[in-house]
């Protein structure tokens, strides 16, 4: 992809903006882009410098997530609102074409990485409470503050917010750039004394890495989830290339697959309420770590049936009225409002599910499908706004965090037992 119309190939120590903006190593990369560490020389901060690739179609969704984010990084008091903010972008010439970039405030690892960090075995309670409290802060902005539908929201797409300094985190992937780059490509003052000090690192990091065989798994994961033992989990939603208004929507066919809506899959229109479902879906996973729906295409059924079957053995028949509702619900239902092809549904409530497979005290696994349910409404005028669940006794769940502490052994798991201070 490192072609005309692609990504920009960057290394490390190249300057950005006109200086401003110096590469340090790559955090990520996308469908639409590459992600990059950057120091910002005029605030003396990291900063994450999303580069475009360059075709017009990249242009245009840079285009518009750029108006997304510069909406909702516009106003008093944003930091606390729990969604990523803009901070600059710019145009960069380079050999493959014009590229779109976005220079955003640095966060940490994804939701997914945590849940991956915790060997998916699902994070204590607490800690869940902490980060849906944070999310849905960032929904009540987007949704009552600017009209606006995230429509993508997965684990993917929210970052913890750091609580690493990026001098110090360890050198992950790329290592030797940093040793290669050539000398004086950085303005002096204060980022070459930064400069040093990732030289330095790196060649911690290099030592560490050659001085170990292929498995580098365990440790590193582990010393993450130490990281997070005992903080405040706080994170931001981010990814807001597919995010659109209310009262302008671009795409009938929303959502990442596991976080779709029924009402998506119907093709019975859409609104906010989506956010809520997908918001849900994750708790759900946060806390037992297995996603809540995982469809799959059978014989005689396709995927968006075997996913509404899936719902209705969790939360009950959907009523008719919804089922018939949407473009495509002749597709799948008969007018009584019964799948077509999937005829026999093995009913499992979440509160059982929870007790069952998941091991949760009666109480825990009650309290949490309270909380969950009404989000999973098939009505989706009924589900709670995110400003209602803000509301919600299972947030303010502080005072039983006792009980908590007992769920997480209950589980079995908890990052406690991968502490290893
Ligand atoms: P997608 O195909 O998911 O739409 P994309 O090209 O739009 O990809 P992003 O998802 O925005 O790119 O970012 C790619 C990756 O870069 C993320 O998954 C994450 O690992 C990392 N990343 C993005 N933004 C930040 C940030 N602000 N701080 C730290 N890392 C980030
Ligand atoms: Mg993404
Ligand atoms: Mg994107």
Known sequence: SYRKGGYHAVRIGDQFAGGRYIAQRKLGWGQFSTVWLAYDTSTSAYVALKIQKSAAQFVQAALHEIDVLASISDGVDVNSKCVVQLIDHFKHAGPNGQHLCMVIEFLGDSLLRLIKYNRYKGLPLNKVREICHCILIGLDYLHREHGIIHTDLKPENVL???????????????????????????????????????????????????????????????????????IDVRCKVVDFGNACW??????????????????????????????????????????????LFTPKVGQGFSEDEDHLALMMELLGKMPRKVATAGAK????????????????????????????????????????????????????EKRPTAQQCLQHPWLRGTESNEKNESSVENVGVGMSNLKIK
């Open 329 to 380: 619900s002749k597709d799948f239902f008969d007018r009584h409002g019964d799948l077509k092809r999937i005829r026999r549904l093995k009913f499992w409530p979440l509160s059982k599910l929870l007790v069952d497979r998941y091991k949760f005290s009666q109480s825990d696994a009650h309290e949490f499908s309270e909380f969950l349910l009404p989000l999973l409404d098939f009505v989706p």
């Open 246 to 291: 209310a009262d302008k929507q671009f795409a009938e066919e929303i959502q990442t697959r596991q976080y779709r809506a029924p009402e998506v899959i119907l093709q019975a229109g859409y609104s906010f309420s989506v956010d809520m479902w997908s918001f849900a879906c994750i708790a759900f996973e946060l806390a037992t770590g297995d996603m």
């Open 160 to 230: 913890l917010i750091s609580t690493i300094d990026p001098a110090k985190d360890p050198v992950k992937s790329e290592v030797s750039p940093i040793l290669e780059r050539p000398e004086g490509s950085i303005n002096g003052g204060v980022t070459s004394l930064i400069e040093k000090k990732l030289k330095r690192r790196a060649r911690r990091a290099v030592a560490k890495i050659s001085g170990r065989t292929a498995s580098i798994g365990g440790t590193e994961d582990q010393k993450s989830v130490r990281n997070l033992d005992g």
